[in-house]
């Protein structure tokens, strides 16, 4: 019999996730999601992407729903609307503290619990519902992650999860930081991988049936140029504050990074609005 409890994540989700590198890793990534203001992001300029992603899961009434990398709970909360049961999980405690308030402001209830991605501290088929928004995707190990989700979700459940394209603006503005950025570190793949279904599909292989990929866009609206996005993202955006802190006191390099930053913006602004592509992936665990 295995030594394996079913109330813990796999041996291989623990042992990685035990090691001390991670460990600190992982506070690295946490510090770096509390840091700037990404409510604000939520808020202003993405926060529409989990009810999109909901409703087109059609999450019901009664369901168990569980949110991987919520934030502040921009999928969970339009999914505790419809009345499921639902679970919220982040890295970042201080994201799930301001869902948390907004859901009790709302008079709703939801579980809100600092759980890391790759090492989801729930028995294996605990929930219908699995969802992570623009989430999921920022967990370094993708298999390890994608692993996880399946391995929560209950046979005959639901898979979703909605992520940046490597081409579409949010994809794009990665490429833009990464001469600036440190080397990943090793063994960490991109995030906007999980924009590419083929890679999706790789993850999830054999365990899922129906497999829905979907090429959508967001309009934003809320910049009116280049500078305004890139000033916007250098002061509320986690990952863009720590390229940026990562140059330390090196203008040149800061004054090129300003500048690539807001020639992508403009690239990107037609007639006030920009349409930033995203992949939304869902799909049936047998
Ligand atoms: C772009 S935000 C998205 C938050 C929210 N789902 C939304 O739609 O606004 C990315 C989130 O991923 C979380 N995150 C990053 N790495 C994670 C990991 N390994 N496990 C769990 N959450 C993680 C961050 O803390 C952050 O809240």
């Not at 509320?236 to 504050?241: K, L, R, V």
Request: aromatic share 8%; hydrophobic share 45%.
């Amino acid at each position: 019999m295995s030594m394996q409890s079913s109330t813990e994540p796999t041996s291989a989700a623990t042992s990685l996730t035990a090691m001390p590198e991670d460990q600190a890793l992982k506070a690295r990534h946490a510090a770096m999601w509390a840091s700037g203001n990404y409510p604000a992001v939520a808020d202003e300029v993405v926060g529409s992407l989990g009810r999109i992603l909901v409703g087109t899961l059609e999450v019901q009434s009664g369901q168990r729903v569980l949110d991987v990398a919520a934030g502040t709970g921009t999928a969970a909360l339009p999914a505790a609307r419809q009345g499921a049961h639902v679970t919220a999980t982040d890295l970042t405690p201080e994201l799930l503290d301001v869902g948390r308030a907004e859901a009790t402001a709302e008079g709703l209830e939801l579980t809100w619990q600092t759980a890391d991605a790759e090492s989801l501290p729930f028995a294996d088929a605990t929930f219908d519902v699995v969802l992570s928004c623009i989430g999921v995707m920022f967990a370094p190990h993708h298999q390890q992650a994608a692993d996880e989700l399946l391995r929560v979700c209950r046979p005959g459940g639901t898979v979703g999860v909605l992520s940046w394209t490597p081409e579409g603006f949010i994809g794009q503005m990665f490429a833009t930081m990464k001469p600036y950025a440190p080397s990943p570190p090793a063994g960490a793949s991109p995030a906007p991988l999980w924009g590419r279904a083929d890679h999706v599909r790789s993850l999830l292989g054999e365990r899922v049936t129906d497999l829905v990929a979907r090429q959508q866009t967001l309009r934003v609206n809320r910049f009116s140029d280049g500078i305004e996005f890139r000033d916007f993202f250098k002061i509320n955006y986690g990952p863009t504050i720590a390229v940026y802190r990562f140059l330390g006191d090196d203008a040149s390099r800061m004054a090129a990074l300003d500048a690539d930053l807001a020639a992508l913006g403009d690239r990107f602004l037609r007639e006030g609005a920009m349409d930033w592509e995203y992949l939304l992936i869902t799909a049936t665990h047998v």
